[in-house]
């Protein structure tokens, strides 16, 4: 008993000081805040377990158990849905990569961002026809549209040439990107195109159920995530998949 009150403390308090951490490195989602959220549980087990036996107190360890255990169902089952949704880049043949938006800061591109840059530079470099759409309209504390500061990145820093570069700088969610994504590539294009998508590797699955439902036939990219919010991404999109599946997106 004692040895799984330790272990339930520690896991708990580990997920606090994750949330702790992040909240100051990351702009705020609900992904900050819920490695704490199943953490304040594990670590009130930690200390009330011996008096956890009867009444109130033992319904509460009960329904904490059930809950913690349709979490972990819940977390397998989308964890798989998100590793096995991406192909790897070199068996992709596309005419176009959209390139989905994530958050600016000011005018400066942040890690998240470079990275799926970084991932579509490298498919264009590798594939010379094919061409790139970024996408991403301006949000809060941003000092410009999320497509332009893309675009500055992979000509200054990637040394991709304008003239594959399409811009879609108006979209403030994922469908938008897709929907106005796709009607930007229509007028380029006179024929049928293959599209490719990059995104952060969480993203992938639930970003290509979002391109079908807007009439794209995509493969998903995937892009790696920064290493110290992959937890906080990881719990977050697993939300997003059930909030998606209660709305029968999927």
Same mark, same amino acid.
């Given at each position: 008993?004692? *040895?799984?009150?330790?272990?339930?403390?520690?896991?708990?308090? !580990?997920?606090?000081?994750?949330?702790?951490?992040?909240?100051? =490195? /990351?702009?705020?989602?609900?992904?900050?805040? =819920?490695?704490?959220?199943?953490?304040?549980?594990?670590?009130?087990?930690?200390?009330?377990?011996?008096?956890?036996?009867?009444?109130?107190?033992?319904? =509460?360890?009960?329904?904490?158990?059930?809950?913690?255990?349709?979490?972990?169902?819940?977390?397998?089952?989308?964890?798989?849905? *998100?590793g096995t #949704? #991406?192909?790897?880049?070199?068996?992709?043949?596309?005419?176009?990569?959209?390139? !989905?938006?994530?958050?600016?800061?000011?005018?400066?591109?942040?890690?998240? !961002?470079?990275?799926?840059?970084?991932?579509?530079?490298?498919?264009?470099?590798?594939? +010379?026809?094919?061409?790139?759409?970024? /996408?991403?309209?301006?949000? +809060?504390?941003?000092?410009?549209?999320?497509?332009?500061? *893309?675009?500055?990145?992979?000509?200054?820093?990637?040394?991709?040439?304008?003239?594959?570069?399409?811009?879609?700088?108006?979209?403030?969610?994922?469908?938008?990107?897709? #929907?106005? /994504?796709? #009607?930007? !590539?229509?007028?380029?294009?006179?024929?049928? *195109?293959?599209?490719?998508?990059?995104?952060?590797?969480?993203?992938?699955?639930?970003?290509?159920?979002?391109?079908?439902?807007?009439?794209?036939?995509?493969?998903g990219i995937?892009?790696?995530?920064?290493?110290?919010?992959?937890?906080?991404?990881?719990?977050?999109?697993?939300?997003?998949?059930?909030?998606?599946?209660?709305?029968?997106?999927?």
């Amino acid at each position: 008993m004692r *040895m799984l009150r330790i272990v339930l403390f520690g896991i708990g308090a !580990l997920l606090i000081a994750d949330s702790l951490i992040v909240a100051t =490195l /990351s702009n705020f989602n609900l992904g900050v805040i =819920l490695p704490a959220f199943f953490g304040v549980p594990l670590v009130l087990l930690g200390i009330l377990l011996p008096h956890m036996d009867k009444g109130i107190l033992c319904f =509460l360890k009960w329904a904490a158990v059930t809950g913690y255990c349709m979490a972990g169902a819940i977390f397998v089952v989308c964890g798989i849905l *998100m590793g096995t #949704a #991406a192909k790897p880049a070199k068996e992709v043949k596309a005419d176009a990569v959209i390139v !989905l938006g994530a958050a600016l800061h000011g005018d400066r591109v942040t890690w998240v !961002l470079s990275n799926r840059l970084d991932t579509a530079a490298d498919y264009l470099d590798a594939h +010379p026809d094919a061409i790139a759409v970024v /996408s991403g309209g301006q949000g +809060p504390g941003e000092d410009l549209p999320e497509a332009v500061g *893309m675009q500055r990145y992979l000509i200054e820093r990637r040394g991709i040439a304008p003239e594959r570069i399409l811009v879609e700088d108006q979209s403030e969610n994922t469908r938008e990107n897709f #929907a106005f /994504s796709k #009607a930007l !590539l229509e007028q380029t294009f006179d024929r049928p *195109m293959r599209v490719a998508f990059v995104t952060t590797d969480f993203h992938v699955y639930r970003a290509g159920r979002v391109a079908r439902a807007a009439g794209l036939d995509a493969v998903g990219i995937a892009a790696p995530d920064v290493w110290y919010i992959k937890i906080n991404n990881f719990f977050r999109e697993c939300v997003g998949i059930c909030v998606y599946a209660l709305r029968g997106q999927l």
